[in-house]
Nanobody, 120 residues
Framework: QVQLVESGGGLVQAGGSLRLSCAAS????????MGWYRQAPGKQRELVAD???????NYADSVKGRFTISRDMAKNTVYLQMSSLKPEDSAVYYC??????????????WGQGTQVTVSS
């Protein structure tokens, strides 16, 4: 059973920083992609950043220059360093991963979500 366990959310003032972590556990063959999404009340879930196994990364325009995604392959962990936070960054942040548990198929897995609240 593959699980994604997140940590690091919380309350921070505007301009502050937070770091989110997400560790994949269980039995699996490979991780092809790990990333972060967020969902604010009344809004659709949106991609924040992701990291592909080939080393490429992608960011939403709204977080470019402020957020940095990184991975520790040995620990099957992805991090999201968030700086210069704004109130509009407030949301539940979800870890997402594309994992191949067996031989052929790759599945999308989600973490339970962690709340990030940025006060003005």
């Amino acid at each position: 059973q593959v699980q994604l366990v997140e940590s690091g959310g919380g309350l921070v003032q505007a301009g502050g920083s937070l770091r989110l972590s997400c560790a994949a556990s269980g039995s699996f063959r490979s991780i092809k992609r790990m990333g972060w999404y967020r969902q604010a009340p009344g809004k659709q879930r949106e991609l924040v950043a992701d990291s592909i196994s080939d080393g490429s990364v992608n960011y939403a325009d709204s977080v470019k220059g402020r957020f940095t995604i990184s991975r520790d392959m040995a620990k099957n962990t992805v991090y999201l360093q968030m700086s210069s936070l704004k109130p509009e960054d407030s949301a539940v942040y979800y870890c997402n991963a594309a994992i191949t548990p067996g031989t052929f198929y790759t599945y999308a897995y989600w973490g339970q979500g962690t709340q990030v609240t940025v006060s003005s």
